[in-house]
Structures are given as C-alpha cells and as structure tokens.
C-alpha cells in the first residue's frame, strides 16, 4: 500500500480531492454536485455516449472515470438516457467542456450531474490515474468536495480521516444490486418502426435486473412485443404472460449473490423456453450451467472492445461494461457441469481478443445462449446488433418445432 504523506497533500475548501484504497491522493476542481460519495472506481474507454454511461444501471455504487480527456461539449437531450436517472457514484474527467454545442442538447452535463445530485471532480491527470488503477486494479474510492472536506470544527479534513471512509465502502465482490436497479412494476414495449401497429410476431418476458431502454427497443424493431418484468417476478408469473422467449438484462454487483435469479433462469431452461441473455445475464446462464464467475482486475468499460464470434470467425467491436466473468473452458464443447449434465452440452461462442475472455455462451441441446457484452450498444457501435436476430430465430425454430411436435 503507498503511505499517504498528509504533509504533501495540500487542498483548500473550493477544490476537490479523490482518495484510493491503496492511498494515493488526487486534488482536483468540482464538477457537478458537490459533497462525499464513495464506491468502486472503475475506468470508461468510450470517447463518446457520456450519456448512455451515466445512465446505465449497471454502474450503480460506482465512481466511473472517463479515460477520453474533453467531456460534455455535446451536453445532455431527453432522447439518449438508457434509463429514468443518473446511476453512477461518481463522475471524473479531466477536461469538461465549457460550452455546450449540439442541436439536440437540452442543457450542459453539468447542470444535469447538479441536478441529479451527482459528485464528480474534474482538472486531474487521468491517463496517469487510470495507468493506476490498470496495473493495481479497480479499488474502492471517495470524492470529498464542499463541506464535506470540513471536519465538525469547520477546519480541513486530513487525509487520514477520508481514507478511513473509503475503507468503510463496501467491496464490490459479494454486493446484491439489481434489486436496487430493476424496475418495480411490469411494463410494455409494442413492436416498432415497420411492425408498430401490428400484432406481435413474438411475445418475450425480459427480466429487468438493470436493463437499458435500448435493449427492449431493439426486439421491438424485430416485431416483438416485450413484457419488461421486476427481478422479484416468479416463474408462474413469466408464464402467465405466455412467453415466445424470455430474456434477462444486464446489471450490476456480484452474480454470485443471485441465487434466486440462477434457480428462476434454471426453470425457464427446463420449462424449454428459448433464452437470450446479456453481460449479468450471461453470468447467470453460466452460473445456471454449472460453471463459476470471477472478478476480473480492472474489468471492461468502453465501446472498443474486439471480441471473436467463435461460430463464424467473426471479429466484432462491441461495448462493454463488466467486472465479473464466467469461467468456462474455450475451445471445446463440454457437458454443462450442472446436476450431471442435465443441460446437455455447452461451448463459449464469444472470446474476447484482449485478454481471451469469456464473452458468449451457446447451448447446443437447449435453446439458450448469452453473451457478456451490450448488442443494443446506444451510442454505438452495432457490429453485435445481429444477436437479436439470432435470439429472434431461436423463437421462430422454437415455435415451429413445437407447433409440428
């Protein structure tokens, strides 16, 4: 662990100052809301789509930092949230924008992160934080701006004092989240663009353990109606909604502490419903299977990642947001390890290119497959969005098998 050196650490009350789990020190400028919040600290590679990434529920309790250098010049419009709020803990860049320029934007990313009640920070070296946080690993962290770098005496804070709050942060291995994130009421989305206002060619109960709105709107492009369920649904209830297919979301926290999701997944399996799952989703199938998750150090953040469709040799850039991953033999076809190959066989379908990865699984006696990463990808890119025709296929092959059964 680096030793702090509070003497060397010098900040004054207007500024703002992150401190790691391991101890180093960053002072900086406020950016958005001012005050403490404390989480994970993770590093985002997108160089657009700021939007989308606050948005997404499977940032919740962490403190993303954005590795691209000039952020918000292009603002914030109702149009591209991938959900109703802001979830990120934090937020740091290194160079906001000054100025807002976009006809669609509404208002500056910083009025919005105000608003919202987001801590963020600004005017510090990124590229050397994010060196940092590649070579340690993701950490625990805390932004201290405003009052909350002033102790009750009204006097500075040390240092000492904030980085015993970021040891009191809960690790983000063994947190449950998508409870937190998942909506609390089943809605619908109709089959749109050339299908809306058209029946239904399809009927999919997606299972909303942090879904992004562009997820259920790419299956309604494809004519499907989609029944958008809380996490808390029952198998009875999924069933009640006569599903051509069930599908389950991304997500955050630790899979490994959902059980109940594993347990409901393994009934849709059984009842034979064709499955597509992404990023948690795909954690869970594996889980489902029979195989563990891990963490991984620093994770994938970002909509650069190159991952290799292993069922047509097939190289994709695809988005990404993941700290855990499914451990599963690449290469090769196996029994799923679950109640001694009940699920007939596996294989990964998806590696990826960076660091061989599990990105994808594909059931070959059961109709199910997942993968790790995000085909919906708002803001981009859409080398994956093919995904959706295969899982639309799945029930097509499905359906007809069944109706000549």
């Known amino acids: ?41 993770v590093f985002a590679t997108g160089m657009t789509g700021y939007q989308e990434t606050l948005t997404d529920p499977s940032y919740d309790r ?33 160079d906001p924008s000054p100025n807002v320029s976009n006809w669609r934007a509404t208002g500056s990313l910083d009025d919005d992160l105000k608003a919202q ?13 994010v060196r940092h946080l590649r070579s340690a690993g993701v950490m625990r962290a805390a932004i201290f701006s405003g009052d909350a770098l002033l102790d009750e005496a009204g006097r500075l804070r040390t240092v000492e004092s904030m980085l015993d709050e ?8 063994g947190l449950s989240l998508y409870d937190e994130v998942s909506t609390k009421e089943t809605y619908t989305i ?23 709105a562009m997820t259920p709107h790419r299956m309604a492009e494809r004519g499907c109606r989609v029944h958008v369920v809380p996490s808390t649904v029952t198998f009875d209830e999924i069933e009640a909604l006569n599903p051509d297919g069930v599908f389950f979301s991304n997500g955050p926290g630790d899979p490994e502490q959902a059980d109940p999701e594993v347990e409901l997944l393994r009934r849709v399996l059984d009842a034979g419903h064709p499955f597509f799952g992404i990023c948690f989703g795909n954690q869970l199938l594996g889980r489902a299977l029979g195989f563990g998750t891990y963490k991984l150090k620093f994770g994938h953040r970002g909509i650069n990642q190159p991952v290799k469709d292993v069922t ?14 499914v451990d599963a033999p690449i290469g090769e076809t196996v029994d799923a390890p679950f109640d001694n190959g009940r699920y007939g066989k596996v294989f990964v379908s998806h590696i990826d290119l960076n660091d061989d990865v599990v990105e994808g699984l594909q ?14 990808a708002a803001a981009g890119p859409h080398d994956a969005a093919y995904l959706f025709d295969r899982f639309v296929e799945l029930m097509k092959t499905t359906k007809e098998a069944q109706r000549n059964a």
């Open 117 to 129: 009640g987001i801590v963020g920070m600004s005017g510090i070296d990124t590229r050397k934080l």
């Open 363 to 376: 059931c070959v006696d059961i109709p199910a497959f997942s993968v790790q990463y995000h085909p919906e």
């Open 1 to 41: 662990m680096n030793q702090i050196d509070s003497e060397a650490v010098v900040f004054s009350p207007d500024e703002a100052v992150l401190v790691l789990e391991d101890g180093q020190v960053y002072v900086g400028e406020p950016y958005g809301a001012t005050g403490r919040t404390s989480g994970e600290i």
């Open 312 to 325: 047509t040799g097939k190289v994709e850039v695809t988005a990404h947001n993941h700290g855990f991953a």
């Open 166 to 173: 970021v040891k009191a942060t809960p690790q983000m291995k």
């Open 62 to 94: 962490q403190i993303v930092v954005q590795t691209f250098p000039h952020i918000g010049d292009t603002g914030i419009n109702g149009e591209d949230p991938e959900s109703s709020r802001i979830w990120v803990a934090g937020y740091i860049v290194r």
């Open 190 to 212: 109709e089959p749109c663009g050339e299908y809306e206002g058209k029946e239904p060619l399809f009927t999919v109960a997606a299972v909303d353990l942090g879904i992004k």
